[in-house]
Every structure is written in C-alpha cells, then in structure tokens.
C-alpha cells in the first residue's frame, strides 16, 4: 500500500498505524515515558530523537517527522534499552521496524548513511545469494562520489593490502565471485518472498 493509502487508511491515527504496520509496534502504546531507554540509549544524545521521545510523537501523531527521522536508522542493537525498560517494551525491535516501515513506503532519508549501506548489502546478497565482500567494500567507499571513493580507498589501502596478504580478499572476486548453487531457484524464492510481502501490505 502506498504511503496516501495509509494516510487515507489511518485519517490521523499514527499510534493505529504503527500499531498495525510496524514490527512488535502495538507495545508503543505501553510507553510511560519514563525517559529510561533515551538516557541508557549509547547513541541517543547524537540521535534527533532518542526513543522516549519517538514514541511520545507517534502518540502526537507526529507522523511526518517520525518517518523521515534519522534516528532509528542509528540503532546499533546494543539492546541497553531493552534490558532497562520497566515496562519491557522490545524497543529495539520497533526501532529497526519503523525504519523498515519507513523505507517501505519511501519515506526513508535518502542521505541517511545506514540506508545507503542496506541497500547496497541487498543488492549484493541478492544478485548471487551470496555476499561478493570486494564488490561491497568498494561499492561503500565509492557511495559519496569517485573523490570520495578514492581518498577512502588511499586512507584503507594498509588494511586492503593486510587483507590480500593474508588471503582473506581474493581480487578475482571483481570478476563475479561465489554464489549460490542454484540461482535461479533463489530468485525464485526471492520473488515469492515479496508477492508475500505485498499480499499482506495490501491487506
Ligand atoms: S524505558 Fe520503556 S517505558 Fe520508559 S520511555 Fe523508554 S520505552 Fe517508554
Ligand atoms: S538498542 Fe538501539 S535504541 Fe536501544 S539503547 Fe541500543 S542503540 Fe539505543
């Protein structure tokens, strides 16, 4: 469903929304705002919106901002909040689902570093089945243009030349590198796997 049809769908109704749509999001509602997991939150005060403060502006049906939020991008999975929570919310689960939720209906941040990397991981795995390491290291430090990608690879180049003496890169990985025995049959799954998706998107 598009992001109108959820607007539409939901008329103002954020915390529903999210209830609804976002992984383990129905426990927003659970939220004292007690501030515990924003102060326990490693990342948090480098974040725009810790999550106490995320789940407070869902309830404001502070949809907008919510979505196009940087924040739970940021998440590292550290899961202090989890453990401190007194009401026991998995708020790092809800964290990785609204971002999930963001980038499903295009509202994601584009310039937001932890998509750019999701997205080229994706891209990678899925073209073979398997992770073409060489191919994502370099397709990362060329994501912020050639100047970019060349002064990160000079910057790297120690560990890169480490890594080629021990054999833990193999050059020949440029040309294609390993894959899944049946490729096709992957895809194949693949494709399933996002008819099944949509199917229960569009419910
Ligand atoms: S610790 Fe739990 S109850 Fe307290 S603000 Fe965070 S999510 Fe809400
Ligand atoms: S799991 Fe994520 S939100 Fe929770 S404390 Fe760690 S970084 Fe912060």
Known sequence: MSNTAMVEKY??????????????????????????????????????????????????????EVLSSSSMWMCTSCYNCIARCPRELPITHIMHGLAHYAKRLGLAPKENPTNKFSQRFWDNLTKTGRVNELKLGLSLYFMNGFVEGIKTALKMKDVGMGMLKTGRMNPLE??????????????AMLKKAQELEAARVDK
């Open 11 to 64: 008329r103002s109704n954020f915390l529903k929304e999210v209830a609804e749509n976002v992984e383990e999001g129905e426990w927003v509602r659970m939220c004292m705002q007690c501030g515990v997991c924003s102060g326990s939150c490693p990342m948090g005060p480098h974040w725009e919106h810790p999550p106490q403060e995320l789940f407070m502006m869902i309830r404001a049906n502070k949809r907008e």
């Open 174 to 187: 440029i040309l294609g590198g390993h894959g899944v025995k049946d490729k096709s049959g992957f895809q």
